[in-house]
């Protein structure tokens, strides 16, 4: 398996909360990646980066913000939570740029934004 | 209208049948076709990717991509309880260097 670890793994906080959910891996891969997961939508990108210090975002990227300080660390923030941020939400990696769409993902992060 | 399509079932079928999940794309730009599992409480992983027209298989896992009608198909012959999972078709672009997913198609096989 990956060396991926997400956490928390399980979260329940307040709308209005700042929230944040960290990523760390052990492989040294170049690219990180936060996902969130809803029924019916599939898994959808809201940031990545391909370096320290260098992001970009998603799809989905409104009211989430990314930090990336260390190779191994991605850290996901929700600067005011709300009712629509309630997700799973994964990190994933990848060696180089998903040239064949190969990623690896951690367990999940299961928010509720009551 | 989605850029990939994909029925979310639930698909539940006996142990030992084949089993045929399935997904649409719109955009021909796509060149890499991919299957993740997905097990409940879990992170999805890569199955199987194919490049381009053609089958590829991987022992009782056949995937399929049919370009000129932008469709791809996952077999699954002798289906197993372990193969209780949610699947996802995911279709990549390098040039656009865009992945997306479908929404995933969640299977049961039982005993």
């Known amino acids: 398996d990956a060396g991926i670890t997400q956490s928390p793994r399980h979260k329940v906080t307040e709308t209005g909360t700042p929230v944040t959910l960290r990523c760390h891996q052990t492989?040294?891969?170049?690219?990180m990646y936060w996902y969130r997961q809803d029924p019916g939508h599939g898994l959808r990108l809201i940031h990545y980066s391909y370096g320290v210090k260098d992001t970009d975002k998603g799809e989905v990227s409104d009211g989430y913000s990314v930090s990336r300080s260390k190779t191994e660390d991605f850290l996901l923030t929700l600067e005011s939570a709300t009712s629509s941020q309630t997700s799973v939400y994964f990190c994933a990696i990848s060696e180089d740029t998903t040239n064949t769409g190969e990623l690896f993902f951690g367990e999940g992060s299961r928010l509720t934004v009551l | 209208q989605k850029e990939v399509e994909q029925d979310p079932g639930p698909l539940s079928v006996p142990e030992g049948a084949i089993v045929s999940l399935n997904c649409t794309y719109s955009?021909?730009?796509?060149?890499?076709f991919m299957w993740y599992r997905q097990y409940s409480r879990k992170g999805p992983e890569l199955l199987m990717y194919?490049?381009?027209?053609g089958n590829k298989e991987d022992g009782r896992f056949t995937a399929q991509v049919d370009k000129s009608s932008k469709y791809i198909s996952l077999f699954i012959r002798d289906s197993q309880p372990s193969d209780s999972a949610t699947y996802l078709c995911a279709i990549f672009s390098g040039g656009y260097n865009k992945l997306i997913f479908g929404a995933g198609t969640r299977l049961a096989v039982h005993p």
């Open positions: 492989e040294n891969h170049r690219y």
């Open positions: 194919t490049y381009s027209s």
């Open positions: 955009n021909s730009a796509f060149q890499y």
